[in-house]
């Protein structure tokens, strides 16, 4: 974490630290330029970090950590923080079982930063809203796929359209309603199912449509029934067309 390009230096504190954003993770360096920028996706806010990860280490002793705040936070190994299950379980008990090496800093999920050297948990940007992170320590978001949406900054993870909804692009904010003639019964999706024969959807943003009365037909994505005209009549259900009347019947309007 340090350097010094002097010689007959006599005392540790001629050592210079690596600046935060930086970090070196080996002994006897000589020039500035040995510091090692943090990685895109992550942020150093310390000083002569000694890592290239923020992490605990298990201690020789029981002796206060130098960030003990930082390492009882610890509750699994999913963090910035790397300590086996058995320091965790150290640290509920209030023993003292791991230090803090300091390091540089994964952005969390639904943030990137995409230049390195970055020095502080500001410089992880927010992904903008149509787009998302689930990882940490990300360089850049991803877009939203095809009936799914992210409405607001930061979002881990984008929203399944509602049903009776669709979204045909990628990277949106929201989603549209199905038109008339049309339903969707399935949430996170990007079309729209059309209403089969014999039934209609004469409103917006359904999840189901509406089955035709007798007398009435229609075919596929309608919005209102058909009446079956004066000499056909609904022999099958409003499913099929109407049927014309044989020689010698007859039928008004709507049989």
Do not use: H
């Amino acid at each position: 974490g340090t350097w010094i390009d002097t010689t007959g230096s006599d005392s540790v504190g001629d050592c210079i630290a690596c600046a935060a954003g930086k970090y070196l993770d080996s002994t006897g360096n000589v020039a500035v330029t040995d510091c090692i920028d943090c990685i895109q996706g992550r942020y150093g806010e310390s000083a002569a970090a000694v890592a290239d990860t923020a992490r605990c280490v298990e201690a020789a002793t029981t002796s206060v950590p130098e960030d003990a705040a930082a390492c009882a936070a610890v509750t699994d190994l999913s963090g910035p923080f790397e300590c086996s299950q058995v320091v965790v379980a150290d640290q509920a008990s209030g023993t003292a079982a791991c230090t803090y090496v300091p390091g540089c800093n994964d952005c969390g999920a639904g943030t990137f930063v995409d230049s390195p050297g970055s020095n502080q948990a500001s410089d992880c940007a927010n992904c903008a809203p149509g787009q998302y992170q689930a990882d940490v320590g990300a360089t850049d978001c991803d877009n939203c796929e095809p009936g799914r949406f992210a409405s607001v900054l930061g979002q881990e993870i984008c929203d399944d359209c509602a049903i009776g909804k669709f979204q045909a692009q990628e990277a949106q904010l929201g989603c549209d309603n199905c038109g008339m003639g049309e339903y969707q019964d399935t949430a996170g999706e990007s079309s729209c199912k059309l209403c089969a024969r014999g039934t209609y959807q004469d409103g917006s943003g359904q999840g189901s449509c509406k089955a035709c009365t007798a007398g009435t037909y229609t075919d596929m994505g309608a919005s209102s029934c058909a009446d079956c005209v004066a000499g056909r009549a609904d022999l099958d259900g409003p499913s099929t067309p109407c049927t014309a009347c044989q020689v010698g019947q007859y039928s008004d309007v709507g049989s």
